[in-house]
């Protein structure tokens, strides 16, 4: 009786797979999209490494900030994380099951260089990097490598307030230097950094982020000014992608073949109501968000709208600076997660301490009482996968000839709602499924797009939000020791997806990121 109870009771799970992956696998299809495009899952270096403190690595200011600030929700840190240093190959594994052709992961500055340029290179970094490439490689996974994802090495944050001293130019140039010497024979696609439009106002505008500066009425910090530093911030870090860039291009693009780009946050800003005041607010938006940092890197300035309202708050390029950016970046990452209403705040009263602020823009999910999209646990992050066409297209028109990859997209839960709605995340599978659908009719429509990935691998350490926002394809149990890695139903979607295979595919794969690999 026991025994046929628990028959029916599988039965009624796999039915509900099976019924979730049906109208996926009618959806899309991966042969609607050239073979050669890259699809793949991303994660970055303090998010899921932990060995925070091993094999010669230095603390990164993370590592400080997770330690001595009371801004993480669940006061956890990095230390650990996924235990990926130790457990990478089973991750690599599972990123083969999964049928992935790239891997997008970023490389932990404080790892290779403790100290900076005026240290030494830290052979165990390079040695721990060079494991995971060539484990990659012989899966048939190409590395999609980012130089930045948020960490540095604390000494430097120290030494240059982060971003906001110039010396930290020099510091870029070098690290960049060192990995494209270590790695640059066998990486294909380099990011120099992720998202500097995002945490450079994080750190400096809302203080959110290390080394937590801001101003009135953005927020209470010890020190900043939210109206100039992130942009002075900015400045260096165009100047050091600019430098990274044409040291590429000089000395390694013809002998080792790989491309170099910068990945920005976008979101699609839709006018609040069809009046010219909204229409020009997502315009500005936009040109705050995007443009503030691909404008000078593909055009050699500042776009006008920013120039107009922030005036001396923002830089300008001397002639020498405008000679390094003429080095072109060869392709441009989009992190697209979300589209938002955009409101003119020049004729009407708004709350302007907010990210969109400075731009004179409220942004608002809400239109006459309805949503844009569905919600997500992350404030602000809604389902809109229609948002994918026009965005890119956006970018494609104003940045002629280069390519684009979605290097990020993906939902969020939180931890708390109970394992069974964690691993059945049919939210996540739709969520996915939606905009991938609407990626491939804007490559029938001419979008120029080579890749897409899924943020991310697994579930990590998400930040200011500790470990109670979960984005992962796999669950990750963060109170085992080996912190064990679970398929969730989008897993074995975009598996199925991915390669024509059944739903219960993945079945194994938990068992596989469960090994440790030091
Ligand atoms: C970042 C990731 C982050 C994700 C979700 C992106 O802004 O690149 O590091 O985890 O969004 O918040």
């Not at 389902?383 to 939902?411: F, H, L, W």
Request: with cysteine.
């Amino acid at each position: 009786m026991a025994a046929a109870r628990g028959i029916a009771a599988v039965a009624a799970a796999l039915m509900v797979v099976v019924a979730a992956l049906a109208p996926a696998a009618r959806g899309v299809d991966r042969s609607e999209f050239p073979p050669e495009f890259l699809f793949g899952a991303a994660t970055s270096a303090y998010q899921i490494e932990g060995a925070y403190l091993e094999d010669g690595k230095s603390l990164c200011n993370w590592d400080v900030f997770t330690h001595t600030h009371v801004g993480i929700k669940d006061g956890r840190n990095g230390d650990v994380a996924d235990d990926h240093y130790h457990r990478y190959m089973g991750d690599v594994e599972i990123l083969q099951s999964l049928g992935v052709n790239a891997y997008r992961f970023s490389i932990s500055w404080a790892r290779i260089l403790p100290r900076g340029r005026l240290g030494g290179v830290n052979p165990d970094g390079i040695a721990f990097y060079n494991r995971l490439i060539d484990a990659l490689l012989q899966k048939g996974i190409q590395p999609f490598v980012t130089l930045h994802h948020f960490d540095m090495p604390h000494e430097l944050e120290v030494r240059h307030v982060g971003w906001l001293g110039a010396g930290i130019r020099e510091e870029f140039e070098h690290y960049a230097d060192v990995c494209f010497r270590a790695f640059g024979d066998r990486v294909r696609f380099w990011t120099t950094f992720n998202e500097p439009n995002l945490f450079t106002k994080f750190q400096y505008m809302l203080g959110a982020y290390p080394p937590s500066h801001c101003s009135a009425p953005f927020g209470t910090c010890n020190s900043g000014d939210s109206q100039r530093e992130p942009y002075a911030a900015a400045h260096n870090i165009i100047m050091s992608h600019a430098a990274a860039v044409r040291n590429y291009k000089e000395n390694y693009q013809a002998k080792q073949g790989g491309s170099i780009g910068i990945v920005i946050a976008m979101k699609w800003y839709e006018p609040l109501t069809n009046t010219t005041e909204d229409i020009l607010a997502a315009r500005r938006a936009q040109s705050f968000e995007l443009e503030w940092f691909l404008d000078p890197i593909f055009f050699g300035d500042y776009p006008s709208h920013m120039r107009e309202i922030l005036r001396s708050n923002l830089p300008t390029f001397t002639s020498e600076e405008k000679k390094l950016l003429q080095y072109k970046s060869d392709f441009i990452g989009l992190n697209l997660y979300t589209a938002i209403y955009a409101k003119d705040c020049i004729h009407s009263p708004c709350d302007l301490s907010t990210y969109e602020g400075n731009a004179l823009v409220f942004a608002t999910g809400e239109r006459d009482g309805v949503m844009i999209g569905g919600d997500t646990a992350l404030g602000g992050f809604y389902v809109v996968p229609q948002a994918v066409e026009p965005a890119i297209m956006y970018v494609n028109q104003r940045y002629k000839d280069t390519p684009v990859y979605v290097s990020e997209n993906g939902y969020s839960q939180w931890s708390d709602v109970g394992r069974e709605e964690l691993i059945n995340d049919v939210e996540r599978l739709n969520y996915l499924q939606g905009y991938v659908t609407h990626l491939s009719r804007a490559i029938r429509n001419g979008a120029d797009v080579r890749g897409y990935f899924v943020w991310t691998l697994m579930d990590n350490f998400e930040w200011t939000f500790g470990y109670t926002v979960r984005f992962g394809l796999y669950h990750v149990d963060f109170d085992t020791p080996e912190r064990t890695r679970t398929p969730r139903m989008s897993a074995r979607w975009y598996r199925s997806f991915l390669t024509g295979s059944s739903a219960g595919a993945l079945t194994d794969e938990a068992q596989q990121g469960r090994r440790a690999d030091s």
